[in-house]
C-alpha cells in the first residue's frame, strides 16, 4: 500500500494539451475514482501514472518516490510496483484462469499457495483450468483484478472496468471489486465516466475538465456541495433556477429555501444560480399551495420514479424534475403543485452574467 501524490501534471500530445495542470492525492489504502466526460484526458492520466508515457511536466509520486519528474526522475513502468486492469481484463485467451492470475508471480510460485489464495477469494477455486472464453463476463474481470493484485502491487490501476458488461452484472462485479480491493487493503484509482459507478464505489471522487481536476471530495460532499453548476450536472440530475440569495436564504419561484452554503451569509442581496435535486422535489394535488405545474413525462425505475412537470410560472426552468419513492398517484397530463424542500445550493452570479462562481 501506497500514496499517490500527483502535483500540477501537464501532458500534450502534438499541439492538442489534454492534461494542463493536474493535482491529485490517492491517501493510503483508499480507492479514488477519476469522473470526467470520454476526451477529458481520464486514461491518459492513468497510463502515465503506470509510466506506458512520459509527463511533460509536473511530478508523480509513489509512496514517497518520485517516479516521473522531466529532467530529474523516472522509474519505468515494471519498477513501480503497480497493477494495472484495463477496460476489458485483456486476459491471456491461451492460458488456464490458474496461469493468467500466476502470470507476474516468480516462475517458483506460480502453482503455489498465492494462486489459490487469489482464486479462493472471488469464489472461483475449482476454477483454475479453465480458460477465458469459457468464463463469464463478470468472473473474467473478477480474474483480471486478482491478477493485477496476485504480486501485492502498491497500486492498483482500474480503466474502466466494468465498462464492457452488461448492466444486470455491473452492480454485482463492481461490489465483488470493492470487497477484493478491500481485502487486499489495496490503493486504488479507479477511471470512469459513470457518475453512479463513481459515486457508489469510490472514497473520493475527483471531477476532471479542461485537463484539471475541478473538484475532488466524497461521493457525497461532491453531490451536496458542487463546486459549480457543471459539476451539479455532471455528478447527478440537477433543477438549476434564478434566486436571489438574502440574509442567509435564497428567494426562487418555489418561494424562500434556506440555503448551506457559504453563499447564504453575504449582506445584502446578489442574484444567484440555485441547485435543487431532483428528490428534493415534492408534488402535492392541484390546488395545494405551491408552484403549478402539469406532469409531463413519467419514467418508472423499481425503487422510485423521475416525474417531468411542465411549469406553469415562470421559474426559470421550464421542465422541473422530481424523483419519488413508492406510488406516484399522478397521470401524464395532470395538474400538480411544486414544493421544494431545503437546504440549497446557491453559487452568486457575476455582474457581467456571463459566469457563476461559489460565492464566498
Given at each position: 500500500?501506497?500514496?499517490?501524490?500527483i502535483?500540477?501534471?501537464?501532458?500534450?500530445?502534438?499541439?492538442?494539451?489534454?492534461?494542463?495542470?493536474?493535482?491529485?492525492t490517492?491517501?493510503?489504502?483508499?480507492?479514488?475514482?477519476?469522473?470526467?466526460?470520454?476526451?477529458?484526458?481520464?486514461?491518459?492520466l492513468?497510463?502515465?501514472?503506470?509510466?506506458?508515457?512520459?509527463?511533460?511536466?509536473?511530478?508523480?509520486?509513489l509512496?514517497?518516490?518520485?517516479?516521473?519528474?522531466?529532467?530529474?526522475?523516472w522509474?519505468?513502468?515494471?519498477?513501480?510496483?503497480?497493477?494495472?486492469?484495463p477496460?476489458?481484463g485483456?486476459?491471456?485467451?491461451?492460458?488456464?484462469?490458474?496461469?493468467?492470475?500466476?502470470?507476474?508471480?516468480?516462475?517458483?510460485?506460480?502453482?503455489?499457495?498465492?494462486?489459490?489464495?487469489?482464486?479462493?477469494?472471488?469464489?472461483?477455486?475449482?476454477?483454475?483450468?479453465?480458460?477465458?472464453?469459457?468464463?463469464?463476463?463478470?468472473?473474467?474481470?473478477?480474474?483480471?483484478?486478482?491478477?493485477?493484485?496476485?504480486?501485492?502491487?502498491?497500486?492498483v490501476?482500474?480503466?474502466?472496468?466494468?465498462?464492457?458488461?452488461?448492466?444486470?452484472?455491473?452492480?454485482?462485479?463492481?461490489?465483488?471489486?470493492?470487497?477484493?480491493?478491500?481485502?487486499?487493503?489495496?490503493?486504488?484509482?479507479?477511471?470512469t465516466?459513470?457518475?453512479?459507478?463513481?459515486?457508489?464505489?469510490?472514497?473520493?471522487?475527483?471531477?476532471?475538465?479542461?485537463?484539471?481536476?475541478?473538484?475532488?471530495?466524497?461521493?457525497?460532499?461532491?453531490?451536496?456541495?458542487?463546486?459549480?453548476?457543471?459539476?451539479?450536472?455532471?455528478?447527478?440530475?440537477?433543477?438549476?433556477?434564478?434566486?436571489?440569495?438574502?440574509?442567509?436564504?435564497?428567494?426562487?419561484a418555489?418561494g424562500?429555501l434556506p440555503?448551506?452554503?457559504?453563499?447564504?451569509?453575504?449582506?445584502?442581496a446578489?442574484?444567484?444560480?440555485?441547485?435543487?435535486?431532483?428528490?428534493?422535489?415534492?408534488?402535492?394535488?392541484?390546488?395545494?399551495?405551491?408552484l403549478?405545474?402539469?406532469?409531463?413525462?413519467?419514467?418508472?425505475?423499481?425503487?422510485?420514479?423521475?416525474?417531468?412537470?411542465?411549469?406553469?410560472?415562470?421559474?426559470?426552468?421550464?421542465?422541473?424534475?422530481?424523483?419519488i419513492?413508492?406510488?406516484?398517484?399522478?397521470?401524464?397530463?395532470?395538474?400538480?403543485?411544486?414544493?421544494?424542500?431545503?437546504?440549497?445550493?446557491?453559487?452568486?452570479?457575476?455582474?457581467?452574467?456571463?459566469?457563476?462562481?461559489?460565492?464566498?
Amino acid at each position: 500500500m501506497t500514496e499517490l501524490a500527483i502535483t500540477d501534471l501537464h501532458k500534450s500530445f502534438g499541439t492538442n494539451a489534454v492534461l494542463t495542470g493536474v493535482d491529485l492525492t490517492v491517501p493510503t489504502g483508499s480507492l479514488t475514482a477519476i469522473l470526467g466526460p470520454s476526451g477529458s484526458g481520464k486514461t491518459t492520466l492513468l497510463r502515465l501514472i503506470a509510466g506506458f508515457e512520459r509527463i511533460d511536466r509536473g511530478t508523480i509520486t509513489l509512496g514517497g518516490t518520485v517516479v516521473d519528474a522531466p529532467g530529474s526522475a523516472w522509474v519505468a513502468s515494471e519498477r513501480r510496483r503497480i497493477g494495472y486492469v484495463p477496460q476489458e481484463g485483456s486476459l491471456f485467451p491461451h492460458l488456464t484462469v490458474r496461469k493468467n492470475i500466476g502470470f507476474g508471480l516468480p516462475r517458483g510460485a506460480r502453482d503455489g499457495g498465492r494462486v489459490d489464495e487469489l482464486l479462493e477469494l472471488i469464489g472461483m477455486a475449482g476454477l483454475g483450468g479453465r480458460y477465458p472464453h469459457q468464463l463469464s463476463g463478470g468472473q473474467q474481470q473478477r480474474v483480471a483484478l486478482v491478477r493485477a493484485l496476485a504480486t501485492r502491487p502498491d497500486l492498483v490501476l482500474l480503466d474502466e472496468p466494468f465498462s464492457a458488461l452488461d448492466p444486470s452484472l455491473r452492480a454485482g462485479v463492481r461490489a465483488d471489486v470493492r470487497r477484493l480491493l478491500r481485502a487486499a487493503g489495496a490503493t486504488a484509482l479507479l477511471v470512469t465516466h459513470d457518475q453512479d459507478e463513481a459515486l457508489s464505489l469510490a472514497d473520493r471522487v475527483a471531477v476532471i475538465r479542461y485537463g484539471r481536476v475541478c473538484q475532488c471530495d466524497t461521493p457525497q460532499g461532491l453531490y451536496d456541495d458542487p463546486t459549480d453548476t457543471e459539476v451539479a450536472g455532471f455528478v447527478g440530475e440537477a433543477n438549476l433556477v434564478p434566486g436571489v440569495l438574502v440574509n442567509g436564504s435564497v428567494r426562487t419561484a418555489f418561494g424562500e429555501l434556506p440555503c448551506h452554503c457559504r453563499a447564504a451569509a453575504r449582506n445584502g442581496a446578489s442574484d444567484a444560480v440555485v441547485l435543487i435535486r431532483p428528490e428534493q422535489v415534492k408534488l402535492c394535488p392541484a390546488g395545494q399551495a405551491g408552484l403549478c405545474g402539469r406532469v409531463l413525462e413519467r419514467e418508472y425505475h423499481g425503487h422510485d420514479s423521475v416525474i417531468r412537470v411542465q411549469s406553469e410560472e415562470e421559474t426559470g426552468a421550464s421542465v422541473i424534475l422530481a424523483r419519488i419513492s413508492g406510488q406516484v398517484p399522478y397521470a401524464v397530463g395532470c395538474p400538480v403543485a411544486v414544493t421544494v424542500e431545503g437546504p440549497v445550493v446557491a453559487w452568486c452570479v457575476e455582474p457581467d452574467g456571463s459566469q457563476v462562481r461559489r460565492a464566498p
